[in-house]
């Protein structure tokens, strides 16, 4: 899709002046070749230092020619909250009030609290970031979001918002990607600034639709040497477009992350919706605390093997 009149042109070798410049307009519009190249982490192999090995792919950072994923039909998954879950909005404003705190994110004029509108069932992004008061450490997240319906949409702008775990570092990507070309690594359902999603499910503007995500965090030793990345493990609309994949590093707009952008942070730490100028929409949002269901567990399994004299 990206490619458009390039990638025949290469494919053929008969590239003409109009697939050049149409090469030319689609690099400003939806990406970049003036970025650092992606690293492609293998991390079951490593050096004899125990450092994971890292290698180069021949892919830029938001790299416009990088294919983007083949469309499948996705369905909306509207699952209700386990028992064991907390429920970080249920439709009202007291909900959101109660759980989340307003944060500067990108340039906001002021901080504020987004919004339920009158007589619905979904809030609005607007002004700054929002941070869950809660932080998190492992977690199962279910989220639904919106971009609202007419709503003009380009590359990156019109329908931008991300997911983000450990309050900002590690992203998967809100945008409209149904009709709306950008770069692979920028699409609804990427790992923003890693990896592209392995399908794109996306429904059209202005329906609903869902993200099932767990999130795994990074793992670092005393010394604050890391020992194992961040996974995600993403489900959008029903449909895996991410399976259990180490993260790079920490992401950011048109940086290159590799094992030495990990530093040891602390573990538990909030969830963060980003308003990115545009009015996404958000409802059904709960998350499981998985960190704190697996000590649970462990205190209950070493309270039986005391029993048992074991």
């Known amino acids: 899709m990206l490619l458009a009149a390039a990638a025949i042109a290469g494919a053929t070798g008969t590239a003409n002046a109009a697939a050049v410049q149409d090469a030319a307009t689609v690099e400003k519009k939806h990406g970049f070749t003036n970025t650092g190249l992606v690293r492609d982490i293998d991390w079951h192999v490593r050096?004899?230092?125990?450092?994971?090995?890292?290698?180069?792919?021949k892919w830029h950072v938001?790299?416009?020619?990088?294919?983007?994923?083949?469309?499948?039909?996705?369905?909306?998954?509207?699952?209700?909250a386990p028992a064991d879950a907390d429920v970080l909005f249920d439709g009202t404003q007291e909900s959101l009030n109660k759980n989340w705190d307003a944060q500067f994110g990108g340039?906001?004029?002021r901080q504020e609290m987004w919004r339920v509108p009158a007589g619905k069932d979904y809030f609005v992004a607007r002004n700054n970031d929002i941070t869950t008061k809660k932080g998190y450490a492992d977690a199962q997240l279910h989220i639904e979001w919106r971009v609202p319906a007419g709503r003009?949409?380009?590359?990156?702008?019109?329908?931008?918002?991300?997911?983000m775990?450990?309050?900002?570092?590690?992203?998967?990507?809100?945008?409209?990607?149904?009709?709306?070309?950008?770069?692979?690594d920028g699409q609804a359902g990427a790992l923003y600034n890693h990896l592209p999603p392995l399908v794109n499910p996306a429904r059209?503007?202005?329906e609903w639709q869902s993200y099932d995500i767990v999130f795994t965090g990074p793992r670092f030793d005393d010394a604050g040497k890391l020992i194992a990345p961040a996974y995600m493990t993403v489900i959008f609309n029903g449909v895996v477009v991410q399976a259990n994949q180490p993260m790079n590093g920490p992401g950011d707009y048109k940086r290159v992350s590799g094992y030495a952008t990990y530093r040891k942070h602390p573990a538990r730490q909030p969830l963060r919706l980003q308003w990115h100028g545009d009015p996404i929409e958000f409802r059904n949002i709960w998350i499981r605390d998985i960190t704190a269901t697996r000590e649970t567990q462990k205190a209950a399994e070493a309270a039986a093997l005391k029993e048992l004299g074991r």
């Not at 590359?155 to 997911?163: F, I, L, P, T, Y």
């Not at 900002?168 to 990607?177: A, D, N, P, R, T």
Request: hydrophobic residues 25%.
């Open 107 to 109: 340039k906001p004029r």
């Open 165 to 184: 775990f450990n309050n900002g570092l590690y992203e998967v990507q809100v945008l409209e990607s149904h009709t709306n070309i950008t770069y692979a």
């Open 62 to 80: 938001h790299d416009p020619y990088r294919p983007n994923p083949v469309k499948v039909e996705g369905v909306l998954l509207t699952t209700p």
């Open 152 to 163: 003009k949409c380009q590359s990156q702008g019109g329908a931008n918002s991300g997911v």
């Open 204 to 206: 059209p503007q202005g």
């Open 47 to 57: 050096d004899a230092a125990g450092k994971p090995l890292e290698t180069p792919t």
